[in-house]
């Protein structure tokens, strides 16, 4: 044995390699080959075949087959199968406020099959010719690699869904940089930390600079990139706030109408759009609220119960002093909390377990 094979845990993981430091394979290879040639001499070929595969064979069925699989899921994204196109087929209408949620599936199929490509070419990226692939050939699925992984990171990026980095591990980061696009990863990277609602609100407009060129060079493509993801943040945050990230859905909603209606410039309208992004990413930087509504927390009681200041801080003080570590799912210590609410919610006590779900929700109990 040369070395130990790392053992296959998943299957994300579909193939090991042992790696030869001492450049011992060649000395080898005729002992490997007299052993194999042994150890299988005395079958037929039928009975052994398939026991010994070829790497190569092996890598350019699981590279076509890749293949395959991404032009089929992309198959049905409308003509002209630009950037607009694909953002519309994977992220849906952004004036819907199911589309990111119905579409979703769409999206992790997508990222499912295209890191499986990746994956594929870049195991036999340094062999095609030994493969059977022609220099033309070669050429033509490192362009159709290097094209659905831009196809995917603009979908990422367009639905929010860059934050989750499951995709982007280390090993995958490295077989882009390698074999892929090496000159650009500081593309990517830019929204590593921050995400592109945040982004504009810190840089504004030019925090747009960062996005992909397919989605920089279409109006349309990079306002429906930006209403998704401040769609996205709405949808993720309703729960902390519902009144108040409902009022803001109704305004993007209302944005979205004007700029299909073309009642703004471009420009006009992305400075709107920005400046509903701070609303949504930042409420208290925004939103004008007594001096005693001085938490997140409170301003998610003020905004949903009615703007009743004084029930609002009431609460959120029987809140604190009852709550108790790990309090969230213990069904004990949950029934202490629902109880208080329930004391100071008095006549509204109907609303008893709405309440109990949003201060669940909050983060800072």
Not at 53 to 60: F, M, N, Q, V
Not at 141 to 165: C, M, N, P, W
Not at 203 to 208: D, E, F, I, Q, Y
Not at 243 to 266: H, N, P, T, V, W
């Amino acid at each position: 044995a040369i070395c130990r094979v790392n053992r296959l845990d998943g299957e994300d993981k579909e193939y090991g390699y042992v790696v030869d430091y001492k450049d011992l394979f060649k000395s080898l290879e005729g002992a490997i080959n007299d052993y194999t040639g042994g150890a299988l001499g005395g079958y037929d070929r039928e009975d052994v075949a398939g026991l010994l595969e070829s790497r190569l064979d092996k890598g350019r069925e699981r590279l076509e087959e890749a293949r395959e699989a991404v032009k089929a899921l992309t198959e049905p994204v409308a003509p002209p199968h630009d950037t607009a196109a694909h953002l519309r087929h994977f992220c849906g209408d952004p004036s819907d406020k199911e589309a990111l949620k119905a579409t979703e599936p769409r999206r992790v199929a997508l990222y499912k099959h295209v890191a499986a490509l990746v994956r594929a070419y870049a195991n036999l990226a340094g062999d095609m010719g030994e493969a059977g692939y022609a220099a033309a050939d070669a050429d033509a699925v490192r362009a159709e690699v290097k094209h659905f992984e831009q196809v995917r990171e603009e979908v990422k990026l367009a639905s929010g869904d860059y934050i989750d980095t499951k995709v982007y591990e280390p090993a995958m980061r490295h077989l882009l940089d390698a074999y892929i696009r090496a000159d650009d990863t500081e593309v990517v990277s830019a929204f590593d930390d921050l995400g592109l609602v945040e982004l504009v609100v810190e840089n504004g407009l030019g925090a747009l600079d960062l996005l992909p060129a397919g989605i920089r060079s279409d109006p349309g493509a990079m306002a429906e990139t930006i209403e998704n993801n401040v769609r996205k943040v709405i949808i993720d945050e309703q729960a902390v706030n519902p009144k108040y990230y409902e009022r803001m859905s109704e305004l993007l909603g209302a944005l979205i109408q004007e700029r299909r209606a073309q009642a703004l410039d471009y420009k006009a309208y992305l400075e709107k759009l920005v400046a509903l992004a701070g609303q949504v990413a930042r409420p208290a930087s925004t939103t004008t609220y007594p001096r005693s509504i001085d938490t997140a927390a409170k301003r998610a009681l003020y905004d949903n119960l009615d703007g009743d200041e004084a029930l609002a801080v009431q609460i959120d003080t029987a809140v604190r002093h009852t709550k108790k570590d790990g309090w969230r799912d213990n069904r004990f210590k949950e029934r202490e909390v629902r109880g208080v609410i329930r004391e100071e919610l008095g006549p509204y006590e109907a609303r008893t377990d709405e309440i109990f779900e949003l201060v669940k929700a909050q983060r800072e109990y």
